[in-house]
């Protein structure tokens, strides 16, 4: 009788527990999920298609905020650009603190390659602070959602003292809005089919076009080729002229020089024939 009473108490204790944990698994949000990812990751030369509403397409220099669908894209300097999500999530790429910081963003990104592009002493007033490179037991790891803005990073390794550091540094890559916007960062080696699958659709891509520092330009050429992004913008523009890229480019690639450092873009008004646009100040 003993032993019955003992078996029941635990049989007791252990559907209580289930009852328990039910409802708090239940509770448990889903982790965010990319939009811009290809269908088949990991499969060599992938495409990605992408689907959008039947409109008329602007020049993008044409494009009209205020839609509730436009995001924002401002060259602060070097290669910190600022994206401002509909939501008004303010966002920089490769925060330093030079650049970038009036108003203070919610959310920046950082890459270790040179000083120029990270700071070890953020504003604590910063609410997420995105490291590119890993904490020494592997590559950073970053999925996170900020109100309308999924914000995530592909490990790439870089230079440093005359070696490679593997997993140094990251693309980001923010989607929002129905847009894939990514920046290459201090990008230092060909991008492998791995790469390319795990980066997803890029609609715009934010690119270094130093020639050297990070890649030749044809190898980065070939990159942001295979990309096929709608909107590509340069930085890092301090040895090379935008001549000699588009030249490298080809004809498939239209050149705009756009007449101040911001301009909105949405899903719906990305030009026809992918632009290389240049934004005042880089």
Not at 137 to 164: E, S
Not at 258 to 268: C, D, K, M, Y
Not at 269 to 274: E, G, K, N, T, Y
Request: proline share 7%.
């Amino acid at each position: 009788m003993t032993l019955l009473r003992r078996t029941a108490a635990v049989l007791v204790s252990m559907l209580a527990a289930a009852l328990l944990a039910g409802p708090a698994r239940a509770q448990e949000t889903p982790p965010p999920q990319s939009s811009c990812l290809a269908m088949a990751q990991g499969i060599p030369g992938a495409s990605f298609a992408r689907f959008k509403p039947a409109a008329v397409k602007l020049p993008v220099t044409l494009v009209q905020a205020g839609s509730g669908e436009d995001v924002t894209i401002t060259y602060a300097g070097h290669s910190t650009y600022l994206i401002e999500t509909p939501a008004g999530v303010r966002i920089a790429t490769d925060f330093s603190g030079a650049y970038g910081r009036d108003p203070l963003p919610r959310v920046v990104t950082m890459n270790h390659a040179h000083s120029t592009h990270y700071s070890l002493n953020p504003d604590p007033g910063i609410e997420h602070v995105l490291q590119g490179w890993g904490d020494g037991n592997g590559p950073a790891k970053h999925l996170l959602q900020v109100d309308d803005v999924l914000v995530r990073n592909v490990p790439t390794d870089i230079r440093r003292g005359g070696m490679m550091e593997k997993d140094g540094n990251s693309i980001f890559i923010f989607e929002v809005a129905g847009l894939c916007i990514g920046h290459l960062g201090h990008l230092h080696h060909w991008l492998e089919d791995a790469h390319y699958a795990a980066i997803g659709r890029l609609d715009v891509v934010m690119v270094p076009i130093d020639g050297g520092m990070t890649q030749s330009l044809p190898r980065m050429s070939e990159i942001v080729t295979r990309l096929s992004s709608s909107v590509v913008l340069p930085m890092h523009r301090f040895s090379t002229s935008i001549e000699e890229f588009s030249t490298l480019m080809g004809e498939r690639f239209a050149v705009e020089r756009h007449p101040s450092r911001s301009f909105s873009v949405s899903l719906r008004s990305l030009p026809r024939q992918a632009t290389i646009l240049v934004l005042e100040g880089v």
